[in-house]
């Protein structure tokens, strides 16, 4: 496989078996259990992941999910770790991408995204 440049952001962006591959990360003044919730609870997504229809498909561990991308199939991991009682960081590998212009463009999502789900946890009660 041939890596290519992604035309937006000259990231060198590499195929992956079952094709493309975007990674994006956070950190999040929230405890582990509230970001998980917000994740697996399609009440609490609709709140900050807005255009996306999700699929859970398995929950390992606390902070370890599965989903679907119910547009394309693709698939998504969601990593979950504490920093401490009040914080965590998420990190999303989102996986099965037919292109490296998707990748940029789920780069671009998953970033928009992220900062929603961080607004969204963070707002005051």
Same mark, same amino acid.
């Given at each position: 496989?041939?890596?290519?440049?992604s035309?937006?952001?000259?990231?060198?962006?590499?195929?992956?078996?079952?094709?493309?591959?975007?990674?994006?990360?956070?950190?999040?003044?929230?405890?582990?259990?509230?970001?998980? %919730?917000?994740? *697996?609870?399609a009440?609490? &997504? /609709?709140?900050w992941? @807005?255009? =996306?229809?999700?699929?859970?498909?398995?929950? $390992?561990?606390?902070?370890?999910?599965s989903?679907?991308?119910?547009d394309?199939?693709?698939?998504? %991991?969601?990593? *979950?770790?504490?920093k401490? &009682? /009040?914080?965590?960081? @998420?990190? =999303?590998?989102?996986?099965?991408?037919?292109? $490296?212009?998707?990748?940029?463009?789920?780069?671009?999502?998953?970033?928009?995204?992220?900062?929603?789900?961080?607004?969204?946890?963070?707002?005051?009660?």
């Open positions: 496989m041939t890596a290519v440049a035309a937006r952001n000259n990231h060198l962006v590499k195929p992956v078996a079952g094709g493309f591959a975007v990674r994006a990360r956070k950190t999040i003044a929230a405890p582990a259990t509230a970001v998980r %919730a917000a994740w *697996i609870g009440r609490h &997504r /609709a709140h992941l @807005v255009g =996306v229809e999700l699929k859970v498909r398995r929950t $390992a561990a606390p902070g370890i999910l989903l679907t991308c119910v394309d199939g693709s698939e998504i %991991a969601v990593t *979950i770790t504490p401490g &009682r /009040a914080a965590s960081a @998420v990190v =999303v590998d989102h996986t099965k991408l037919a292109s $490296a212009q998707l990748v940029a463009e789920r780069r671009h999502c998953w970033k928009e995204m992220l900062r929603a789900l961080k607004n969204y946890l963070e707002r005051p009660a």
